[in-house]
């Protein structure tokens, strides 16, 4: 069974750009939640997806957007990219209920110069 | 506002050894735990996921104990490798949140021939 597939794994940017980030559930789960990390802050929670509808979302800007699609398939979206941006992005894949186990891609390696 | 903190921050130890890594949490109304590993510039590698209603997970080696009213939890590795080296995260689930946990900062773990 096929894991959790983020693309692209690694981009560079620069600063007033953007970015699109692409991730591929596991086959079956229908819940795709974004995370982003940085050494600083950890690991924060960006926003999840479920059935193509936003569920939850975490206190980041609105530069910061999602969506998904009817085969789960979801993508995120960073517009007009601070310096601050750079960081590795997660996805997560769930089959959706309350109690689910969560299953992390390899991440999208972002740096903004 | 739930807050998870994961002490040591940092833990050395030598091949063979027994450890365990400690996890708390401020709010006891969660669905469950996860425990995850990160090697470097990867992501996530779901461990162990303790349910609310458990007081214990067990995967090999690792063994994840959970007490909700004290809002603690902890990761046993027994006889560790070198290869166990890598970053622990543990990550809560609150109740009525979807699919959004919220992470520790981490135990980073070194274990040395």
């Known amino acids: 069974k096929a894991g959790v597939t983020q693309t692209p794994r690694y981009l560079i940017k620069t600063r007033g750009q953007q970015v699109t980030l692409s991730c591929s559930p596991i086959?079956?789960?229908?819940?795709v939640s974004w995370y982003q990390q940085t050494p600083g802050q950890g690991l924060q929670f960006l926003f999840e997806y479920f059935s193509e509808t936003q569920r939850n979302k975490g206190n980041f800007p609105g530069r910061f957007s999602g969506r998904q699609f009817s085969n789960s398939r979801s993508e995120m979206n960073v517009s007009t990219l601070e310096l601050g941006d750079s960081a590795l992005y997660l996805c997560?894949?769930?089959?959706?209920?309350?109690?689910?186990?969560?299953?992390f891609g390899e991440g999208s390696r972002l740096t903004v110069l | 506002k739930q807050e998870v903190t994961q002490i040591p921050a940092a833990l050395s130890v030598p091949e063979g050894e027994n450890l365990v890594l400690n996890c708390s949490f401020t709010d006891s109304a969660i669905y469950n735990l996860q425990w995850f590993r990160q090697d470097p510039g990867k992501g996530l590698t779901s461990l162990l996921l303790i349910q609310s209603s458990q007081r214990e997970q067990t995967s090999g080696r690792l063994n994840a104990s959970l007490d909700k009213s004290s809002g603690r939890s902890t990761l046993y590795i027994a006889a560790s490798q070198p290869g166990d080296s890598a970053t622990y995260l543990c990550?809560?689930?609150?109740?009525?949140?979807?699919?959004?946990?919220?992470f520790g900062t981490g135990t980073r773990l070194q274990v040395t021939l």
């Open positions: 997560a894949s769930s089959a959706g209920g309350p109690t689910g186990e969560l299953f």
């Open positions: 086959s079956g789960h229908r819940s």
């Open positions: 990550a809560v689930l609150n109740t009525g949140t979807a699919s959004k946990l919220t």
